[in-house]
Each structure stands twice: as structure tokens, then as C-alpha cells.
């Protein structure tokens, strides 16, 4: 019953439950033990999202996460890329243009989403985690002219890019940046420290609770079988 209780608190609210909040939930002695479970949800979250690629217009971009790190970094390091107290993490959302024809005003809506660390900036890790996320069919993928983005082009039917600004932010590239903005925030009220190893895992949880944003209660059965159908549970 301890794992349907733990599944039952990680998938009932849009926030994070953390490891310790959920031993305190369940009224159990030892930490460790919690904290293994709980990952290897997170772990059955990420390979369930994995066997589904992303299709038809998708916005792409890259967020900086902060991560644990020694007091001295923090004190010296910038912010942004290439700092010890950040990772690097791209962030991919399908997306379809619709317009109102009476008003001709043009929104983005979302589908789904799907979020990789990346060990550096360079575009071979890119163009890798990339790859694996599309359907490889006929694509339209917008970014900005990060040089991240060289080879996108390759992967795709149309790479259409855009100097990355307000509006661009806002529009081009809405939907990422809303879930960057909001996974943010739902870090930094429930993890207070976030080792680099791990972060995947957050994200995992993050990104598979979004992209069943509209199950309702049904998210928790979706879990209890993501447990039971992936290798090595």
C-alpha cells in the first residue's frame, strides 16, 4: 500500500510533493528508503513520456536551472550559461497555430511537452536529444538564432528562427517559456536543493503531470500502470 499512497500524493496535486513531505505523509522512520521510491517514480514518469515524439510545430528553447552547488559558487559564478550553479536544460512544446477567423486574432495552443538536461551547449547534444523527441516526419520547429540550432535544419521539413526578444518570448516561443516560468517556480517551492544527477527526475515529474494536465483523477491510474509497464519495475 506504501507505493499506490506514494503514487496517490505525487499525482494529486499540479505541485511537487518533496521526499521528506511525502515520508511525513505516510508516517514513515526512515528517510532513504522514501527517497529511492520516490525517484524511481519519477524514473517510470520519464520513460513512459519517452516512448511518445513530438510532431507537426514545435517550439524550442533552453532554460537554466539552478542546481546545488558550494557557497563560493554561488557568490562568484554569473548567472546564466556555463555557471556552476545552473543547468542547461531544453525545453520542447508542440504546438498548433489557430486563428479566429471573425477577429483574425492568432493564438498558440499546446499539446504536449517533453524537457532533457543537457551537459553542455553545444550542438551535438542538441541535435541528439532533439532527434529523439520528434516523430521525424514532416516538422515545422521554431527557435531563436541560438548557435545551439545549427543543425536543426537537418531534422526537420522547415527550421524557422527568430532573434530572441520580448516579443518572441511571447509569442514565437509562448508555450516554453510558460512551462520553463512555471517549472521554475515549482521547484523553488518544493526542492530547496537540486543535485545536476537529479534534475531529470524533477523534470520527468514536472513534464509528465503537464502533459495530463486534463486527466483529473485519472492521472493517479496512468502512474500506477506507467509503474507496472516499464522495464525494471
Known sequence: MTWYKAMFLLSTTKKGFSSREIQRQLGLKRYEPVWAMVHKLRKAMGERDDRYTLEG????????????????????????????TKSNVMIMAESTVLEDLETGKVERQCRYFKAKVLESHEADGTDQAFEKAIDGGQNIVFTDKSTSYVNIAD??????????????????LKWVHIAIGNAKRNFAGT??????????????EFV???????????IFDRLVIASITVDGY
Not at 526542492?191 to 523534470?203: A, D, I
Open 155 to 172: 531534422y526537420v521539413e522547415i527550421h524557422m528562427t527568430e532573434k530572441s526578444n520580448e516579443q518572441t518570448t511571447k509569442e514565437t
Open 191 to 204: 526542492y530547496h536543493k537540486k543535485k545536476k544527477k537529479y534534475l531529470q527526475l524533477y523534470l520527468n
Open 208 to 218: 509528465y503531470k503537464l502533459n495530463r494536465r486534463y486527466f483529473e483523477e485519472k
Open 57 to 84: 510545430m514545435i517550439e524550442m528553447d533552453e532554460g537554466c536551472f539552478t542546481i546545488e552547488a558550494s557557497e563560493y559558487d554561488h557568490k562568484t559564478q554569473k548567472a546564466g550559461r556555463g555557471s556552476k
